[in-house]
């Protein structure tokens, strides 16, 4: 059921890449619905991560690495939480980092979530991931302590220590209070010297294109 809603979101951000000639992609199964419906061609893509350069590669799409250009016209990703506002939690694949250096640089950015995606507070489903770099792992985690906040190392089944992402950051999953401002907790989290990056989208996007077992609705 919630494939079906992955794969009607795909097909609903399809139209938006018409003119588009540099497209940023973004990371996990949704996104991989959206590449599946692509066809190779002129254009070249932009991949936020490993996984992504793999699956573009492999289908004979033209890639480009982030260093390599200086401008996107769109970027496409998936998301873990929307809110009625289109603030947005992203990085429970690990990405956020590239993820959200794409989407800023990318003149429009469309996001495909299927229904279940949808919250009426950031954090309802689960927390939000930080990228920290390794060296400050004990000062972060101290600086996360004196907020009172929660969180866990994200692990990786058969490695010791937090996951590392492409972009070599440990990866934190930071609970959200629930009476949490996600501006302010962004902020609070961004002041902690050694966080790279915080996986809150606010103000990010332009268009959510929301899939449901038997439509598609567009959020702007
Ligand atoms: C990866 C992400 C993904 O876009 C997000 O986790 C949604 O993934 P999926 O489409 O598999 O539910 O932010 O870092």
Do not use: W
């Not at 061609?41 to 033209?62: C, I, K, N, Q």
């Not at 000062?139 to 996951?163: D, I, M, Q, S």
């Amino acid at each position: 059921m919630e494939s079906n809603a992955k794969r009607r979101a795909a097909e609903g951000a399809l139209s938006f890449l018409e003119g588009a000639e540099v497209v940023g992609i973004g990371t996990g199964s949704t996104i991989m619905e959206f590449v599946d419906l692509m066809k190779p061609d002129a254009r070249l893509y932009v991949p936020s991560s490993m996984e992504t350069v793999r699956a573009l590669s492999s289908r004979g799409f033209r890639v480009a690495h982030p260093s390599s250009v200086s401008h996107m016209d769109i970027y496409v990703d998936g998301a873990d939480e929307v809110d009625a506002d289109l603030n947005m939690i992203k990085g429970r694949g690990g990405a956020l980092t590239m993820e959200k250096l794409l989407a800023h640089y990318a003149r429009s950015r469309i996001f495909i979530v299927d229904d279940s995606k949808i919250v009426s507070r950031l954090g309802e489903r689960g927390p939000v991931p930080i990228e920290v770099l390794p060296e400050a792992l004990g000062f972060v985690e101290e600086g996360l302590r004196n907020l009172g906040l929660h969180f866990e190392e994200r692990t990786c089944a058969g490695k010791r220590g937090p996951l590392m992402s492409d972009t070599r950051g440990y990866i934190l999953d930071v609970e959200v209070p629930r009476d949490a401002d996600p501006a302010n907790l962004d902020n609070q989290l961004r002041s902690i010297r050694g966080v790279v990056e915080t996986g809150f989208f606010l103000g990010m996007a332009d268009a959510v294109v929301v899939g449901y077992s038997d439509r598609v609705r567009i959020l702007t």
